[in-house]
């Protein structure tokens, strides 16, 4: 197994990269206004590496070992959870040769809904974020008593 002591990304783009211009070239599944890019790689909780993945053929969530410890050896295509700060997601279990053993959830598939790499990227950005990032938390105060204390300090009394 491979493990990712350093960002994967530009392996990733390498990789990937010659896919499109070998297995992947010229297939009608690809948008021609993409090319390949690795967005917002950064450490999982469980010290693995995860972010977004931008190819002509499909915009998915990468998830890489970059420790052996607590990542888990399956049978290509099967399936496994990853937890992150925001949730929970299902991701398939892959092999590349120069790669390695790797997990990866679609998120776009194929990916024609996007004109420009632009547009790709600025959704990769979101997803990363939203990947990695606390979910926002619902404020402890009831509506009544913030208002009251808005009164308190603005003076108003109640």
């Known amino acids: 197994m491979k493990i ?3 960002d994967p990304s530009s392996e990733l783009v390498s990789v ?5 211009r070998t297995r992947m070239a010229d297939l009608p599944i690809c ?39 607590a990542w888990p ?25 120069r ?3 790797y997990h990866l959830c679609s998120l776009f598939s194929p990916a024609f809904e996007f004109p420009t790499q ?5 959704t990769a950005l979101a997803v990363s974020h939203a990947l990695h990032a606390e ?9 009544a008593k913030a208002a009251a204390g808005r009164r308190a300090f ?3 009394g109640r």
């Open 73 to 97: 050896v399956l049978a290509a295509c099967s399936k496994h959870d990853w937890r992150f700060p925001s949730g929970d997601y299902e991701f398939t279990v892959a092999e590349e040769a």
């Open 16 to 20: 990937f990269a010659d896919i499109a």
């Open 154 to 156: 603005l003076g108003l």
């Open 4 to 6: 990712w002591a350093n």
């Open 31 to 69: 948008n021609a206004a993409l090319s390949v890019e690795a967005v917002g790689f950064a450490r999982t909780p469980q010290g693995h590496w995860a972010g977004v993945m931008i190819t002509p053929w499909a915009i998915n969530l990468l998830c890489l070992p970059g420790q052996e410890e």
């Open 135 to 143: 979910p926002m938390a619902a404020p402890d105060v009831a509506p």
């Open 118 to 122: 632009e547009q790709a990227r600025l």
């Open 99 to 101: 790669i390695g053993n």
